[in-house]
């Protein structure tokens, strides 16, 4: 079996406790108007196609000063789970700890089993209005608050991720009710708020995609204190 991987990162720092291994793979089925990586989007389009082991072992060429674990990113690292499940088997028999990053868009036998294999998730819940939700990813918000469902069920840790992209997700309210849907959860550790930035706009322009954020101004210092400060009032450590 084998993988379609976009692009590797030996130095991650921000996708999960300690210095990280970063794989990301290719393909996902949103469409993400911000997304950063709209050349993840096709399959068929990787750069790499390896096996587990093959990914494994470039992993083990770094090792030394990536102590912190693999994260699999993309993309959509459920798209693939069964390439997914056997990278993390042999990271499990190896002692090396493991996270997905993910909008938690499938939910099937296999990636249950993957999850069986993941220490950590960091799940994207873009918007909490269904409506907006769609709108932002052209997809709908239920299989991703399923799929938190499920990792509250089997008490796997969460680390959310929050995009914070000024007119399509810092409504107050729509931050308001956000807070209050995942601070139910007992099994999330933390909220990291990610600041919309403009820094994709040539990869967008490359493809000759239309962006439509290209007027959006990434969120103020005050902007992001607020959203900050909303979430921390429903008990969530951010
Ligand atoms: S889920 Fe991630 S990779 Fe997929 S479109 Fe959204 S931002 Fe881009």
Redesign the pocket.
Same mark, same amino acid.
């Given at each position: 079996m084998k993988g379609y991987i976009h692009s590797y990162e030996t130095f991650g720092t921000k996708d999960g406790p300690g210095i990280r291994f970063v794989v990301f793979m290719q393909g =996902?089925p949103?469409? =993400?108007l911000?997304?950063?990586?709209?050349d $993840?989007?096709k399959k068929e389009e990787a750069k790499f196609i390896k096996t587990p082991e093959e990914v494994f072992q470039e992993f083990d060429k770094v090792k030394n000063f990536v102590r912190g674990g693999i994260t699999v990113s !993309? !993309?959509?690292p459920l798209l693939q789970a069964e390439f997914v499940l056997e990278l993390f088997k042999i990271c499990k028999e190896n002692g090396v700890h493991t996270a997905i990053d993910t909008?938690g868009v499938y939910l099937n036998d296999k990636v249950k089993e993957l999850l069986s294999y993941t220490d950590l998730v960091l799940l994207?819940i873009k918007q909490i209005d269904a409506d907006k939700y769609k709108e932002l $990813?052209r997809v709908s918000l239920e299989p991703t608050l399923k799929f938190m469902d499920y990792l509250s069920s089997v008490n796997k840790a969460v680390w959310l991720r929050y995009v914070l992209v000024p007119d399509y997700t810092d409504d107050e309210k729509d931050l308001t009710e956000w807070a209050k849907y995942v601070s139910r959860f007992n099994n999330v550790e933390r909220v990291d708020i990610l600041p919309f930035h403009q820094m994709a706009i040539h990869k967008w322009e490359k493809l000759d995609k239309d962006y439509k954020l290209k007027d959006i101004l990434p969120p103020t210092q005050e902007q992001i204190e607020k959203a900050s400060a909303i979430f921390k009032s429903f008990g969530l450590k951010v």
């Open positions: =996902c949103l469409r =993400c911000y997304c950063h990586n709209p $993840t989007w !993309g !993309g959509e909008s994207d $990813t």
